[in-house]
């Protein structure tokens, strides 16, 4: 298998985030969100999700990132109704999801489920934004290498990585 780099770190209990990449590049992904407020959507990103403004165009667009490649555009639309158009999930690491959930809640109270284990080794905390978005912030939990999904993943000849 070739080596790949990801700014998603290895998964650990103590794991670091990375920081927030400032500059500009080509973005192979990124996700666009009406909203009826951009100023009320820009606050509960930033403040509760934790993405940066990145840079605005007053009215117009705001153009959020937390780590590479987690781009969101804000601009001008109407609220999705009712049930939600869209699941989206962001990584991150364990010990962001607490706070997360605290700072969500402060803003919106009763926008969070979770955080709650997953059987395919992720914790993910679930948030309803103002735009009805469903936003899964998602971190993968250590693996135990002597288990049996250790066991599978060498199988496979995937190296399983050392906690």
């Not at 284990?117 to 002597?146: C, F, G, K």
Request: glycine share 6%; with cysteine; charged share 20%.
């Amino acid at each position: 298998m070739s080596e790949y780099f990801s700014p998603v770190p290895v998964p650990a209990r103590d794991a670091a985030a990375p920081e927030i990449y400032r500059e500009i590049y080509g973005m192979p992904m990124f996700a666009t969100i009406p909203t009826s407020d951009l100023a009320v959507s820009k606050e509960f990103w930033t403040r509760g999700l934790g993405f940066i403004d990145l840079f605005s165009v007053p009215g117009q667009l705001t153009h959020l990132r937390r780590w590479a490649f987690q781009d969101v555009l804000l601009v001008p639309g109407d609220r999705i109704g009712e049930t939600p158009a869209l699941r989206i999930s962001f990584s991150c690491v364990l010990g962001q999801l607490e706070e997360t959930a605290a700072r969500c809640a402060e803003l919106v109270p009763g926008c969070t489920d979770g955080p709650s284990d997953t059987p395919w080794n992720s914790t993910d905390l679930t948030i309803v934004t103002p735009e009805n978005i469903h936003v899964v912030m998602t971190a993968a939990r250590p693996l135990d290498p002597h288990s049996a999904q250790a066991d599978s993943l060498r199988a496979m000849g995937i190296e399983v990585p050392q906690p």
